[in-house]
């Protein structure tokens, strides 16, 4: 018998979201309660209702623990199953439980399993235990050879689950205590969503906006909706790993409703790929969310010129209403524990202020409200969502770490240098972390590797596995903006650079980030071009074309194009 490597689940989130498969494989018609938030107790339930499953990961695999926590969710389980308590619905019918858990069980755990746990469980009236753990589970996924391949042996997880999706969400710092509060407005839209969601003919509903204005937040709730109302299996897109992977589909269970969400991605191709898999007989009953920032995106362009009856008229969401802004603006303010004596009405009078200052953008209202958080009053925000953006980032500049030597300027470099390779994996980077250090004059990579953990601390940069990048995008473009777009001197270095080195690190990840960075701008009506600045607009010198086909060979959102003959 294989041991599994549990190390490469590593939280509960992710374990669930294993459960569920595996449950799943053998009960087609499970109904899983991924939703975030309170679960009733419970993360799955049979298809014919009678069964109750419960997914417990447990780090140091003891099963004292499983037990603990058993015994814990059935005090939640005696409130819940009490006519009157707004989960009894969930219970009437439930007559089996099922703990599904990594801890390895010995004969005296055996023991003690039945005594304390299947002895109480039965007093409130279950008729069956049941019990999965470790060497279940492995018996289980030496017939499940995808599903082990997915979670174990390193291949890469295109889709994650709802609830992993919600946490990497609220990983952010700045929107981490924003999506805990209630959502507002978009009610037109929500309708919208609806009608698509239970539409027999249409599959794929494109929605587009500018960054910052709530489009992720839209569709965890329109997620949460499909989940909890049409009992939809619902993943989110890991967009980097997408072109990664050869098998997008292996784990999904056939003919099930599901929701599958897109947030940006970054390469029409994989779209290519989706459409393509649209006609599998497993996604027969799929709907799919693209997300984008413009109606112009290349990726939006794809899907117009398949002409395709499946897909739905695209859905622009543009800013919130006067109300709505200030209501949620006043809706952070009230709950930030440092803001707690300040009299409502004076939160209410800032509220407006940041309502006027974001125009709208839910992005841009938090932002300022995390600045006033930090200690910043409502008399030192500027007046547009540019002037957050920067003060912001000057809050970040203010405390240089000890290993720059008080050099701002160098910390202010740091800054630009991961805007532009971003995500990156810090750690094993080798030839990325050498380029860094030596343009910020370190030399030690220890003292790297200390700038990096000073900045996930302070969460500026969010580490998610072994990648780092900085969250969210609209800093790290306006980054690269203040760097390249506004002073040509600063595009002409950089451009020279990369003519002049034999092997730029990441030369394609730098050229998609300024394509995609030009696009954006472009849709603002705000010039930037980096080569453009700094060698006059096409024609392009033939060193600049040379440089792009042989280090690259892409034409990402039209800026390797433009100098590509």
Not at 372 to 395: F, R, W
Not at 525 to 536: H, L
Request: net charge neutral; aromatic share 10%.
């Amino acid at each position: 018998m294989t041991d599994l490597d549990w190390g490469k689940i590593g939280n509960g989130l992710t374990f669930q979201s294993l459960v569920s498969v595996i449950v799943r494989w053998e009960d087609v018609d499970a109904r899983v309660y991924d939703r975030p938030g309170k679960d009733a107790a419970i993360d799955i339930k049979s298809g014919d209702g009678s069964c109750v499953y419960q997914a417990k990961y447990i780090g140091d695999q003891k099963f004292n623990t499983a037990i603990y926590e058993s015994l814990n969710e059935l005090e939640k389980i005696k409130k819940y199953k009490k006519k009157g308590h707004p989960n009894h619905g969930h219970w009437v019918d439930v007559k089996k439980w099922c703990l599904i858990t990594n801890a390895v069980m010995n004969p005296t755990d055996e023991k003690n399993w039945k005594e304390q746990v299947e002895k109480k469980f039965k007093e409130e009236g279950f008729e069956e235990i049941i019990l999965w753990h470790h060497s279940d589970l492995v018996e289980k996924l030496i017939n499940m050879p995808p599903v082990k391949q997915e979670y174990f042996e390193g291949e890469n997880r295109v889709f994650i689950s709802l609830s992993e999706a919600f946490e990497r969400i609220k990983d952010d710092q700045i929107i981490s205590f924003a999506i805990d509060q209630e959502f507002l407005g978009r009610e037109n839209e929500m309708q919208i969503l609806k009608k698509f969601l239970e539409s027999p003919d249409k599959r794929v509903l494109p929605i587009h906006g500018p960054g910052g204005i709530g489009k992720t937040r839209f569709a965890l709730e329109v997620s949460i909706y499909a989940n909890k109302e049409l009992e939809s299996d619902v993943y989110w897109a890991n967009v980097e790993t997408m072109a990664a992977s050869t098998s997008w589909f292996r784990t999904f269970i056939p003919k099930r409703k599901t929701l599958l969400v897109i947030d940006e991605p970054d390469k029409p191709d994989s779209l290519k790929i989706l459409l393509e898999h649209m006609n599998l007989s497993k996604l027969a009953d799929c709907k799919v969310l693209i997300i984008t920032r413009s109606p112009k995106d290349p990726v939006l362009q794809l899907l117009r010129n398949k002409r395709s009856k499946i897909l739905e008229e695209e859905l622009e969401l543009k800013q919130l209403s006067k109300k709505d802004i200030e209501e949620f603006t006043d809706n952070l303010l009230s709950s930030r524990d440092k803001l707690q004596k300040i009299p409502k009405e004076d939160l209410k009078i800032w509220a407006k202020r940041i309502g006027r200052i974001s125009n709208g953008f839910p992005m841009w209202a938090t932002l300022a409200v995390s600045l006033i958080d930090e200690g910043k009053s409502t008399n030192d925000l500027p007046d547009d969502k540019y002037g957050l953006a920067q003060l912001y980032i000057e809050e970040i500049l203010k405390y240089v770490p000890p290993e720059l030597n008080d050099n701002k300027q160098a910390f202010k470099v740091f800054l630009e240098l991961i805007s532009l390779f971003q995500p990156f994996y810090f750690e094993t980077d080798q030839e990325l972390r050498d380029f860094i250090a030596g343009r910020i004059n370190l030399t030690e990579q220890r003292y790297l590797n200390e700038l990096f953990m000073n900045l996930i601390d302070r969460k500026f940069l969010k580490k998610r596995g072994r990648l780092v990048e900085i969250k969210p995008d609209v800093i790290r473009d306006h980054i690269l903006y203040e760097w390249l777009g506004k002073d040509k001197r600063n595009a002409e270095e950089l451009v020279s650079s990369i003519l002049k080195a034999k092997n730029f690190p990441h030369l394609n990840t730098v050229l998609r980030q300024l394509g995609r960075l030009e696009l954006s701008y472009k849709f603002k009506n705000t010039e930037f071009s980096v080569p453009g600045r700094a060698f006059g607009y096409p024609p392009a010198p033939p060193q600049t074309r040379t440089c792009a086909i042989n280090a690259s060979g892409s034409s990402y959102y039209g800026f390797a194009a433009r100098y590509i003959e």
